[in-house]
């Protein structure tokens, strides 16, 4: 009796809560996301770099243990800013790089945001916000129509086709402001230029500019390019990380996977996925090799609690205009660890000066398992290692702070149906004279209030070959190529060279045990549910 009794008390406070999240006033937003980082990076995603603001928002908001990006980043961004599946948007692959321009190419792969989709931006300016940007846009270059003054947002600054030399961008990925390049930007701190430290506080002067009209709320996207390639940071925070990682990717893994598992976030019946074959034993490895592999790791995490400082001085402005109470900030990375640049990385990281003028150093795919724990694989891969990402929404009016892990699957194009129910904006069906793809994600408010999501068919992705379709606790992944199937039998596109592979994610959320061949009809029943998704959202399969 006393058992249904709580129950009923905990259903009344949650539709309590549920209710009150919508009464509240419209909040102001503040999106954050950073670049190419792992899942297990943040302190309170189990690692050991320090995170303590992050952490702050992660203790006072609701954390996600089950929510997936795009697994790269432009696709994400094309995602998380529309709505819909990158496909859809023409970011189908990825844009095309400042030094040239892509051939024509079918709308789902031109390279850039379409006028099928609408952006956050575009969509919560008319509804009274004012909308603000810093930070990496990678949603479309060569022409200026394609930049985010033209696709919502009122101000801007950062750099428009994506990643940059963090001490030293130039053009053509150099800083833009509005819609004017930056010879030679200046730093805005009393220490040299640094992107990150810029992009926080031109935020921060968007934010003042904003909030000086009374009673308008305010959306910032804030766009991190750390902890990206190349590795560079102040050698004063890398000093608090060198010779931490002399413990080597293989222990550091295992104490990630302990401390996943003392939060709640990995259930130990969770396996810890093994090291990847072409991966040494950090044994294996020279005295001389240890220590430059344990620098690489140290600059990677001084740039990760670089974000982390300045996501403090960002909420400390919030707080001083007494704008913290009212702001939704959300948090998430754009894709899981990167393993770009071999299996011990690539460039110089010794030589202080060579390694701040670099445009691709990087730490590699030993460091990228662990930042990956407790999955496998990598950035650019749809199984988890590659699309799972921390999620945290922090909003003290209107989201009281959960202990428990919010487990619901939540996806990226989630983002957008959220805070147009926040918002009270309208998503319109033409805008610019197009007719605008309908909305795929579903808003994540209940969940806030711990609450499961609702879907009424699967969820998908697909990059470069690489996809899942997941339905519930199932999940079928593929790692390959897409073709079209053959004969008279043709089912539609198909994942080939690895093939698919079907896991339960309840019992097996590391993908360690493939069912595929002893659970034939949940594998005919996802491979036909994603065909449908493929088809209908513009995936083609790659030509011979």
Same mark, same amino acid.
């Given at each position: 009796?006393?058992?249904?009794?709580?129950?009923?008390?905990?259903?009344?406070?949650?539709?309590?809560?549920?209710?009150?999240?919508?009464?509240?006033?419209?909040?102001?937003?503040?999106?954050?996301?950073?670049?190419?980082?792992?899942?297990?990076?943040?302190?309170?995603?189990?690692?050991?770099?320090? $995170?303590?603001?992050?952490?702050?928002?992660?203790?006072?908001?609701?954390?996600?243990?089950?929510?997936?990006?795009?697994?790269?980043?432009?696709?994400?961004?094309?995602?998380?800013?529309?709505?819909?599946?990158?496909? /859809?948007?023409?970011?189908?692959?990825? &844009?095309?790089?400042?030094?040239?321009?892509?051939?024509?190419?079918?709308?789902?792969?031109?390279?850039?945001?379409?006028?099928?989709?609408? $952006?956050?931006?575009?969509?919560?300016?008319?509804?009274?916000?004012?909308?603000?940007?810093?930070?990496?846009?990678?949603?479309?270059?060569?022409?200026?129509?394609?930049?985010?003054?033209?696709?919502?947002?009122?101000?801007?600054?950062?750099?428009?086709?994506?990643? &940059?030399?963090?001490?030293?961008?130039?053009?053509?990925?150099?800083?833009?402001?509005?819609?004017?390049? #930056?010879?030679? !930007?200046?730093?805005? &701190?009393?220490?040299?230029?640094?992107?990150?430290?810029?992009?926080?506080?031109?935020?921060?002067?968007?934010?003042?500019?904003?909030?000086?009209?009374?009673?308008? !709320?305010?959306?910032?996207?804030?766009?991190?390019?750390?902890?990206?390639?190349?590795?560079?940071?102040?050698?004063?925070?890398?000093?608090?990380?060198?010779?931490?990682?002399?413990?080597?990717?293989?222990?550091?893994?295992?104490?990630?996977?302990?401390?996943?598992?003392?939060?709640?976030?990995?259930?130990?019946?969770?396996?810890?996925?093994?090291?990847?074959?072409?991966?040494?034993?950090?044994?294996?490895?020279?005295?001389?090799?240890?220590?430059?592999?344990?620098?690489?790791?140290?600059?990677?995490?001084?740039?990760?609690?670089?974000?982390?400082?300045?996501?403090?001085?960002?909420?400390?402005?919030?707080?001083?205009?007494?704008?913290?109470?009212?702001?939704?900030?959300?948090?998430?990375?754009?894709?899981?660890?990167?393993?770009?640049?071999? #299996?011990?990385?690539?460039?110089?990281?010794?030589?202080?000066?060579?390694?701040?003028?670099?445009?691709?150093?990087?730490?590699?795919?030993?460091?990228?398992?662990?930042?990956?724990?407790?999955?496998?694989?990598?950035?650019?891969?749809?199984?988890?290692?590659?699309?799972?990402?921390?999620?945290?929404?922090?909003?003290?009016?209107?989201?009281?702070?959960?202990?428990?892990?919010?487990?619901?699957?939540?996806? #990226?194009?989630?983002?957008? !149906?959220?805070?147009?129910?926040?918002?009270?904006?309208?998503?319109?069906?033409?805008?610019?004279?197009?007719?605008?793809?309908?909305?795929?994600?579903?808003?994540?408010?209940?969940?806030?209030?711990?609450?499961?999501?609702?879907?009424?068919?699967?969820?998908?992705?697909?990059? /470069?070959?690489?996809?899942?379709?997941?339905?519930?606790?199932?999940?079928?992944?593929?790692?390959?190529?897409?073709?079209?199937?053959?004969?008279?039998?043709?089912?539609?596109?198909?994942?080939?060279?690895?093939?698919?592979?079907?896991?339960?994610?309840?019992?097996?959320?590391?993908?360690?045990?493939?069912?595929?061949?002893?659970?034939?009809?949940?594998?005919?029943?996802? #491979?036909?549910?994603?065909?449908?998704?493929?088809?209908?959202?513009?995936?083609? !399969?790659?030509?011979?």
């Amino acid at each position: 009796m006393a058992s249904k009794l709580f129950l009923i008390v905990l259903l009344c406070a949650s539709a309590s809560l549920y209710e009150s999240l919508l009464g509240q006033d419209r909040p102001n937003v503040v999106l954050i996301m950073v670049d190419d980082m792992g899942f297990a990076d943040l302190g309170c995603y189990g690692g050991e770099i320090e $995170t303590p603001n992050i952490d702050r928002l992660a203790a006072g908001g609701v954390r996600f243990s089950n929510f997936t990006n795009g697994a790269r980043c432009c696709p994400t961004r094309a995602s998380l800013l529309t709505g819909l599946h990158p496909h /859809q948007t023409g970011i189908g692959h990825m &844009t095309s790089s400042p030094q040239r321009q892509r051939p024509a190419k079918p709308e789902p792969y031109q390279g850039y945001l379409n006028r099928r989709c609408a $952006t956050i931006g575009e969509l919560l300016r008319p509804a009274g916000y004012s909308t603000l940007m810093a930070g990496k846009w990678h949603l479309g270059f060569h022409q200026e129509d394609r930049w985010p003054r033209q696709r919502g947002f009122d101000r801007y600054y950062g750099c428009i086709p994506g990643a &940059t030399r963090f001490f030293h961008p130039e053009h053509p990925r150099g800083m833009t402001l509005d819609n004017t390049p #930056i010879e030679s !930007p200046e730093s805005t &701190t009393e220490e040299a230029f640094y992107t990150t430290d810029a992009f926080t506080d031109y935020a921060i002067q968007f934010v003042i500019e904003a909030t000086s009209t009374p009673d308008k !709320p305010f959306f910032l996207y804030l766009a991190y390019t750390a902890p990206h390639w190349p590795l560079q940071a102040f050698e004063d925070d890398i000093a608090k990380y060198r010779g931490k990682y002399k413990i080597g990717w293989d222990k550091l893994r295992e104490r990630r996977y302990r401390r996943q598992i003392e939060f709640g976030l990995i259930k130990p019946e969770w396996k810890l996925s093994p090291r990847p074959d072409k991966v040494p034993a950090w044994d294996s490895l020279d005295e001389k090799k240890q220590d430059e592999m344990d620098l690489k790791m140290a600059v990677y995490a001084a740039m990760v609690d670089r974000v982390d400082q300045n996501i403090g001085k960002l909420i400390a402005t919030l707080e001083e205009r007494k704008l913290f109470e009212d702001t939704l900030i959300l948090f998430l990375s754009d894709n899981g660890a990167c393993h770009e640049g071999g #299996i011990l990385g690539r460039g110089e990281f010794f030589n202080i000066e060579k390694r701040n003028q670099q445009g691709a150093n990087s730490y590699g795919q030993a460091w990228a398992n662990a930042g990956s724990t407790p999955f496998r694989l990598y950035k650019s891969n749809a199984h988890q290692g590659g699309s799972a990402t921390p999620f945290i929404a922090h909003w003290p009016k209107g989201i009281a702070p959960r202990q428990e892990w919010q487990d619901t699957p939540a996806h #990226i194009t989630d983002v957008v !149906p959220t805070l147009l129910e926040l918002a009270g904006a309208t998503y319109p069906k033409t805008m610019h004279g197009n007719a605008l793809h309908v909305i795929e994600g579903k808003s994540l408010v209940p969940a806030f209030a711990g609450k499961p999501i609702k879907r009424d068919r699967p969820l998908c992705l697909e990059h /470069q070959g690489n996809a899942f379709v997941r339905d519930g606790d199932w999940k079928l992944v593929g790692k390959g190529h897409i073709r079209q199937g053959q004969g008279d039998n043709d089912t539609g596109w198909e994942i080939f060279d690895r093939g698919w592979e079907l896991y339960n994610l309840a019992t097996d959320r590391t993908e360690l045990n493939d069912l595929i061949d002893t659970h034939p009809e949940k594998r005919d029943a996802l #491979i036909k549910a994603w065909n449908t998704w493929a088809h209908r959202v513009g995936v083609l !399969p790659k030509k011979s």
